[in-house]
């Protein structure tokens, strides 16, 4: 007659003690937020404070115009208006990711040429220091500041919009695919290198196929944040949601930046759905 194995066993948990660094960022960082706290309150002394009575009444009144009743009531002349307003805003955004995952994923053999080519040699690296710069140049400037310039350059509208947020995304994009790339396992590109395979076929077929659903997931999330961010480029490129909120705003129609921000967070919400399907059905 066998003996059982299972038996009884004590389990125990030796708790984690932080390191230094993380004990010196604890003892530094909670005294600056308090520090930084208390420097608002005693900054609003003699000013309208930060929470007085009189911002909060003013902000519920803005808030009673934005969602009141109003807000909510259909009027036929304006709703084809916001829906055309809505399909601006999104055209924006698809044209914006797909410039920037295209020329993202075209160039991103040249951010990892070190990485994919053993034979590399001094033109190779300087194309990869380059592209590096690229892409952290692109990144650095904001989507706003890159609108400000294209606009200068190009008649404002949905493609001045389009290229100011595809131009910052290229480099979030492309930093991100080739930290992927870099990653990888360099067995398949080693052994498709010993079949006399060129860097372009290489990358198309020993590359591609691994990094294909990181590339897919970093695509449709940096779709999510160009949605949230057209309305604010919008306010610049004369196009879109963004745009006539800003027209609004001017004017004092809180009514119709209800309906506008009701439609806008439909589209994020649509957006995001379609995002996590796809991540979804690709996994």
Not at 10 to 27: E, V
Not at 133 to 160: D, K, M, N, Y
């Amino acid at each position: 007659m066998g003996t059982s194995n299972t038996r009884d066993r004590t389990y125990s948990f030796t708790p984690k003690i932080p390191g230094p660094f993380a004990l010196t960022f604890i003892g530094l960082g909670i005294p600056i937020f308090i520090a930084s706290w208390v420097f608002i309150f005693v900054e609003s002394q003699g000013k309208r404070s930060l929470f007085s009575l009189e911002n909060l009444d003013r902000a519920q009144s803005f808030l009673g115009q934005v969602f009141g009743a109003d807000t909510w009531k259909s009027r036929g002349a304006e709703l084809p208006d916001v829906f055309i307003l809505a399909t601006d805003t999104i055209a924006m955004s698809v044209l914006a990711i797909a410039l920037a995952g295209v020329f993202s994923v075209v160039l991103l053999p040249l951010a990892t040429a070190r990485q994919d080519d053993q034979r590399a040699g001094y033109l190779a690296n300087s194309g990869y220091a380059v592209m590096r710069a690229l892409f952290v140049f692109t990144r650095a400037v904001p989507e706003l500041l890159w609108a400000l310039i294209v606009v200068f350059i190009i008649s404002p509208g949905i493609f001045a919009g389009a290229i100011a947020l595809a131009i910052h995304n290229f480099g979030v994009i492309g930093r991100l695919g080739a930290d992927s790339i870099e990653s990888l396992d360099r067995a398949p590109v080693v052994a498709l290198e010993s079949t006399g395979a060129s860097s372009a076929q290489r990358y198309v077929i020993g590359v591609l196929p691994l990094v294909s659903r990181q590339l897919l997931t970093f695509l449709f999330y940096r779709w999510e944040v160009i949605i949230r961010t057209t309305a604010v480029v919008g306010f610049v490129a004369a196009s879109g949601i963004g745009y006539q909120m800003r027209l609004d705003l001017s004017l004092f129609r809180y009514d119709e930046v209800g309906r506008l921000l009701i439609a806008y967070v439909v589209i994020v919400w649509m957006v995001d759905l379609l995002s996590t399907l796809v991540r979804r059905a690709f996994k």
